[in-house]
């Protein structure tokens, strides 16, 4: 048998690092050795950090939701310290992380990756049985003691022993002799008392003088754990495997090492072969705990993006358009002050928003006139796509300013604001930047509300809490830890948004969250905190005109899903009632809220995006 060498050895690494706390993860110098291990500065290795926020067994995973805030802020501040480092997403688990772990990593698919974990007398990393995690690892695994880790490294022992984990010793083995500039040291052993091994034999004669890395070949009779032993006085680090023995996750002898005080050991396992029958899928979550966990990993505040920079560098390193489109009407009072809270900081003195749209519903004041001053082009939405006809509401307009917008990121932002601010924009653009396989993005926030004049830090949003939650809860619970589902600020991907149907009225944003969590998961949709937002408070028969209109939207989608008969009837009319005069009268309103289909579907849509005609089945007009 022949042994070549494998351009493997040369192939850079994607150290993967799970880091409960940036203070821990210095004190156990896991940024060292992943950077160690990452080679020479002319490396493409790469760094990723993968943060894991943990709550006690018998807490609600939700409060991880700060915690994990903070902990992306603070990996966020390594990236100047660390230049090739990469955040990964932050996973939650109440007892145990390591599926999440086990979970994100597999995800990636790399054959590159390289999981890196600390080694405790405890055989535990936060929460994780780390001879389990060694046994079945999601991508190669390697374990330190960080603790015993040495800055200055001179000489690297190998033993090189023919195994399963051979390749994966010699390229950890290269890349920290290129970091150190340090010398790597064979080791073969035979053990008199058993037969030969060839294969070991084959590739400790294939490897000596390779690489200039490799200065010194030994060959020994003997134990292999006594020829290590007397070789430790003149080397710093040790690389061995695992084990190669099946049901022994680590061996003895690696488990020795790891312990020892004059060496640092690494103990490293190539990925195993998942052994899990087809008939036994993993288990799934039940709704409440899945909701809990999302709430903690896709709830983000908006100071988590107030670096603007970076995330124009996100933007550019991913080819990315970004537009924002400001529905209107009537709103002269406040458009121009919602424009310039946008415009002057993330577009003007910064690119990161490529174009701003006034998407008008045909306002009789100045709204038009301001916005054309301010330099931001304007639609009337009532004069797009006019062979399709015109309807009123605000998901009209959101629905063919797909067709006016060109980004591949659109942001919505309402012109009612009277506090309006960058991190309106910013806030819900940073989860689509920093995690691509997030489709949408809402808003939340604060809502003050004017009692008799009188301003009250909280008490807006009255649709939401007593209609729109409750629903969620009782009938759509996947999405019942959204804080304000109906929020007028949220952002989304083109490729998303164009393959939903949308409502033309007040029922946009509850069909949208309805269609897009149907299509794409709850994974794909997030919140962010935009602290607080002042606008007007409508009139409780306003808002008693909206909650039909959502009824209408959170029935129908039942209908869909066949909880409710298709056969009953949805009324498209309220009875309003009013007061006139000390007497009581009732007005009939229609209310109907009407699908518009998606809009890759339309052919003018499809020609102005040079998009091919879809696959999918054509909604109502």
């Known amino acids: 048998m022949t042994t070549t060498l494998s351009p493997e050895t040369e192939r850079p690494l994607n150290i993967i690092v799970p880091i409960g706390s940036l203070p821990r993860a210095r004190s156990l110098k896991l940024l060292s050795v992943g950077m160690a291990l990452m080679g020479a500065k002319n490396s493409t290795s790469r760094l990723c950090l993968l943060g894991v926020t943990r709550v006690k067994d018998t807490a609600s995973l939700s409060l991880a939701a700060r915690p994990a805030q903070a902990l992306r802020q603070a990996l966020e501040s390594l990236a100047d310290e660390y230049p090739r480092c990469e955040r990964l997403p932050v996973g ?10 086990f979970n994100l990593v597999q995800a990636r698919s790399d054959p590159s990756d390289l999981l890196l974990m600390p080694w405790h007398s405890s055989r535990r990393y936060l929460g994780v049985d ?12 390697a374990v330190v003691h960080p603790s015993r880790y040495r800055q200055r490294v001179r000489r690297i022992l190998l033993p090189v022993r023919g195994g399963s984990f051979s390749l994966l010793a010699e390229r950890l083995a290269i890349q920290l002799a290129r970091s150190y500039g340090a010398e790597i040291t064979l080791l073969h052993v035979v053990d008199g008392n058993s037969p030969l091994n060839q294969a070991a034999l084959e590739r400790y004669e294939a490897l000596a003088g390779a690489y200039p890395e490799f200065t010194r070949q030994m060959q020994v009779v003997g134990k292999a754990e006594q020829a290590i032993a007397r070789e430790l006085e003149r080397h710093q680090i040790l690389i061995v495997g695992a084990s190669a023995a099946p049901g022994a996750p680590i061996s003895k002898l690696a488990e020795r090492m790891l312990v020892r005080d004059d060496v640092t050991t690494i103990v490293m396992r190539t990925m195993a072969p998942l052994a899990l029958p087809a008939s036994d899928p993993p288990a799934r979550l039940p709704t409440s705990l899945r909701v809990d966990k999302w709430f903690a990993e896709n709830t983000f505040h ?85 062979r399709l006809g015109a309807r009123r509401g605000k998901g009209e307009a959101l629905w063919k300013s ?52 009188v301003r009250q830090a909280s ?72 602290e607080e937002r002042v606008h ?11 909650s039909f209109a959502l009824l209408q ?31 009581y009268y009732l007005e009939e309103v229609e209310i109907h809220e009407r699908q518009r289909p998606p809009i890759i579907e339309i052919p003018e849509y499809r020609r102005r995006r040079g998009s091919p005609a879809p696959e999918l089945t054509p909604g109502p007009q």
């Open 302 to 386: 908006c100071r988590e993006f107030s670096d603007i920079g970076r995330l124009i560098d996100l933007k550019r390193r991913q080819g990315l358009t970004i537009s924002v489109g400001l529905p209107a009407l009537n709103e002269e009072e406040t458009i121009g002050r919602v424009i310039g809270a946008i415009k002057g900081p993330l577009m003007d003195d910064a690119p990161l928003v490529d174009e701003i749209v006034l998407i008008d519903s045909n306002s009789s004041d100045s709204t038009r006139e301001i916005a054309e001053s301010m330099g931001v082009p304007w639609h009337i939405h009532q004069r797009t796509m006019t």
């Open 402 to 453: 797909l067709h006016a917008l060109k980004g591949d990121l659109i942001a919505w932002i309402d012109t009612d604001i009277e506090n309006p601010d960058p991190r309106f924009v910013f806030g819900v653009l940073g989860p689509l930047l920093a995690r691509p396989q997030i489709q949408y993005v809402k808003g939340f926030y604060q809502r003050p509300i004017h009692v008799d004049g």
């Open 92 to 101: 939650v688990a109440a007892r145990d992380p390591w599926p999440d772990i």
């Open 536 to 546: 007007r408070n409508q009139a409780l028969h306003a808002l008693s005109r909206m």
């Open 459 to 530: 008490g807006g949003g009255r649709v939401t809490e007593l209609l729109a939650r409750p629903m969620i809860n009782l009938f759509f619970p996947e999405l019942s830890g959204l804080v304000q589902p109906l929020s007028g600020e949220y952002a989304g991907r083109r490729a998303a948004l164009e393959r939903v149907p949308f409502y033309s009225g007040y029922g946009v944003e509850t069909g949208l969250l309805l269609d897009l969590l149907e299509m794409f998961g709850l994974d794909a949709i997030a919140q962010v905190d935009l």
């Open 553 to 583: 939207v959170f029935v129908e989608h039942l209908q869909n899903r066949q909880h409710v008969s298709a056969a009953l009837s949805i009324e498209r009319s309220m009875k309003i009632l009013r007061v006139e005069n000390k007497g």
């Open 130 to 141: 780390l001879p389990a995690a060694l046994e079945k690892p999601p991508s190669d695994i």
